[in-house]
């Protein structure tokens, strides 16, 4: 079996007297350059003693994966990092080497030029694994209009042909809506991040109060609060929502929950006892937290292994990778935040 020498990008492009760009094309997609430069760099890699196809489809289980998730702004919780533990450890396990990258709108060309930049021997990327939106997605889209396998983990819809694993929290918010009208909650409210997701939700959780209360679920029925990122953000929505007098609230990510849980504290209200509070969403150590929150959260274990196994076929099936869309259900985790209403 061949071995790849560990030679630099910047040596074959050197020695084969082309750019650093046409030699990273050549070595990741052969049929992107001319036969003039292709020839160029397959002389310098015999002189630079490379021997094998650099340009074959490497294996999954020797290959380099990228995961990427957006980068956490200060005040906000990542509502994905025991995923990416998840994903880190298994493809440990699997002998995938993996490159974290948190995305960053201005930086999103850069990382993707770094991302595509391959060296023989050294740390080229196969795939990607893009873990949430904001500026992973506009990552995730740069990186598959230039070719690369990758597979997106998210919780919004978009028809940009790209395969994704599709956390529906829509369905979350409808499994949280009827638990706690089960508990007996009439006036439940909305905790939701003003981003591209929001809208979803918030039509979702409408219709999910119309057809469980038999409401009209207008705004006035089922309030909804849009809150920017971070805990403080979290504070606000909950008094507003405590001002329309609910006794219940479902929050939609973890810095929403943490402030509303500070909010109650200002106020001198206990939750669960005056206030119910349930997250769509994984909060991290929602089991230690007092109360322990109950949340409808996704078996992480089962996504990141679907993730890895459609990454390695995509992988293998260069350069036409069968296109993939999941749906992945959440469950609900009963722990001590949510209880039937009480007197306030």
């Known amino acids: 079996m061949s071995e790849h020498r560990h030679v630099g990008l910047a040596d074959i492009a050197a020695t084969a007297g082309v750019s650093k760009a046409t030699a990273s094309r050549a070595l990741r997609d052969h049929t992107s350059v001319s036969p003039t430069s292709l020839a160029k760099v397959r002389q310098a890699l015999a002189i630079l003693g490379v021997e094998g196809e650099p340009w074959e489809t490497p294996r999954a289980d020797t290959a380099t994966i990228a995961l990427i998730k957006p980068a956490v702004g200060s005040g906000n919780v990542d509502p994905y990092v025991r995923l990416s533990e998840i994903l880190t450890n298994r493809m440990f396990s699997s002998r995938?080497?993996?490159?974290?990258?948190?995305?960053?709108?201005?930086?999103?060309?850069?990382?993707?030029e770094s991302l595509l930049e391959t060296g023989v021997g050294g740390p080229s990327v196969a795939g990607a694994i893009v873990v949430g939106g904001g500026a992973a997605g506009v990552l995730a889209g740069v990186l598959d209009e230039r070719g690369l396998p990758l597979i997106r983990i998210s919780n919004a819809r978009h028809e940009d042909g790209i395969s994704r694993i599709y956390l529906d929290a829509t369905g979350g918010i409808d499994t949280a809506v009827q638990h706690l009208v089960h508990l007996g909650h009439r006036r439940i409210g909305l905790a939701v991040l003003a981003d591209s997701a929001a809208p979803a939700r918030i039509a979702g959780f409408r219709k999910s109060m119309a057809g469980v209360l038999h409401i009209p679920a207008t705004r006035d029925q089922a309030p909804v609060v849009e809150a920017a990122g971070g805990a403080m953000a979290g504070v606000a929505a909950a008094e507003e929502l405590l001002d329309m007098r609910c006794t219940a609230v479902i929050a939609c990510a973890p810095s929403l929950s943490f402030g509303i849980l500070e909010a109650a504290q200002r106020l001198r209200l206990e939750v669960p006892r005056d206030l119910s509070l349930l997250t769509v969403g994984d909060v991290p150590d929602a089991d230690v937290i007092a109360p322990p929150l109950s949340q409808v959260s996704y078996d992480w274990n089962t996504v990141a292994q679907s993730a890895i196994d459609e990454m390695r076929t995509m992988i293998e099936a260069r350069p036409e990778p069968a296109h993939i869309d999941y749906t992945v259900a959440p469950d609900l985790v009963l722990r001590a935040s949510a209880v039937p209403p009480q007197r306030r």
Do not use: G, K, P
């Open 96 to 112: 995938i080497a993996v490159v974290h990258v948190e995305a960053q709108l201005e930086r999103v060309e850069a990382l993707a």
